[in-house]
């Protein structure tokens, strides 16, 4: 039996990839062992899965002054020799990292091993933590076409991001039931996210009245921005947060509003969903969603709105485009290159393990 060490996390946009593989890695009987920091989203994500969970110390590095940066290289350091003793103890056929500081220590121990690693870039730049992991990676995975320019050509491999294989078996009905949503009005989907929501939420509430007329809106809002006072609108209804629900509404949806973060435009695009993207701005990031916004609308995928840039008119003007041209958006994404993401993954991890 092969053994699979899988490293990621931070946010969960580090380890819901690695959930994606899962059912596949199981299928061809890889024994799973998953490391990640003592107490991050990801210890709790893994566990409940039943997978093997192994904490290491994990620090950040910062581009920016802080104190923490005289103090975290000793907890990176020591996440290298504990990662180094789990590589040693586990002798894994092959590492794969989605990234996060907390698997630099594991790429880095795994070359030390000389075991070897995939990792997988989301966003169209590398971050740092993979900046870092990059020269000791086998092979590295990405998004985007234009990050293959930041990649040393032999080890990159464009792939797409790896995507929940539940979200594509929504049930328009279900989600009807569960919204109490009328089916005479095509249905938006806003989805907020949880970092940097309010000016989306804001956004759209404005143009409520304007909206309800042509469509019905289904608010994934984030926790604690609900909005009590619109809930007596007709066509309207909010949520803090989805889970288990949620591909339902995707099956429901006729249009999304959405940030830009790499995983969320990546289920867009496997759902096949047109999409009106803003991304969060230049002050609240280092700009990654803007420049993952503007490949899918190049690619022919998406509409972007910068946030900087939202007024109620230019908002409904692109809500109707989108929607009025849908069928050129969903024709874009079904003949992306970046649609069989797991296969391609799951066949590079195979490639490097005979």
């Not at 593989?21 to 199981?26: D, G, V």
């Not at 894994?92 to 997988?120: E, N, Y």
């Not at 700009?287 to 972007?304: C, K, P, T």
């Amino acid at each position: 039996m092969k053994r699979i060490i899988l490293t990621g996390g931070g946010t969960a946009g580090h380890v819901t990839p690695n959930i994606a593989l899962l059912p596949r890695l199981k299928e061809l009987q890889y024994d799973i062992h998953y490391i990640g920091s003592y107490n991050g989203i990801e210890k709790e994500l893994i566990e409940q899965l039943g997978i093997p969970y192994h904490g290491i110390s994990s620090g950040k590095l910062r581009r920016y002054f802080s104190l923490q940066n005289f103090t975290d290289p000793f907890r990176v350091l020591k996440g290298f020799n504990e990662a180094y003793r789990l590589i040693k103890l586990l002798k894994p056929d092959v590492i794969f990292s989605k990234g996060g500081f907390v698997s630099v220590p594991v790429v880095l121990a795994g070359k030390r091993c000389k075991v070897p690693t995939i990792i997988h870039e989301s966003d169209m730049t590398p971050g740092l933590a993979n900046k870092i992991s990059i020269p000791s990676a086998t092979k590295v995975c990405c998004n985007f076409p234009e990050t293959l320019d930041h990649l040393p050509a032999s080890k990159a491999v464009l792939t797409g991001s790896p995507i929940r294989q539940e979200l594509l078996s929504g049930n328009k009905e279900h989600a009807l039931n569960f919204t109490g949503l009328g089916s005479d009005k095509p249905v938006i989907l806003v989805v907020g996210g949880s970092l940097g929501a309010v000016a989306v939420n804001e956004a759209i509430r404005r143009i409520l009245p304007s909206l309800l007329r042509k469509y019905q809106v289904i608010h994934l809002c984030g926790k604690g921005k609900l909005d009590p006072s619109l809930n007596h609108l007709n066509g309207y209804v909010q949520y803090e947060y989805i889970k288990d629900e949620l591909k339902d509404l995707f099956a429901l949806s006729d249009i999304v509003i959405s940030r830009a973060g790499a995983n969320a435009i990546c289920e867009l695009l496997a759902l096949h969903k047109p999409n009106l993207l803003i991304p969060l701005s230049a002050n609240a990031s280092r700009g990654d969603q803007i420049l993952n916004a503007r490949s899918f609308e190049r690619q022919g995928f998406s509409i972007v709105i910068e946030e900087e840039e939202l007024d109620n008119d230019l908002l409904l003007a692109a809500i109707d485009n989108l929607y009025n041209n849908r069928e050129k958006f969903v024709s874009a994404m079904k003949n992306s290159n970046q649609q069989d993401s797991i296969d391609t993954i799951i066949d590079l991890i195979e490639s490097v393990t005979h």
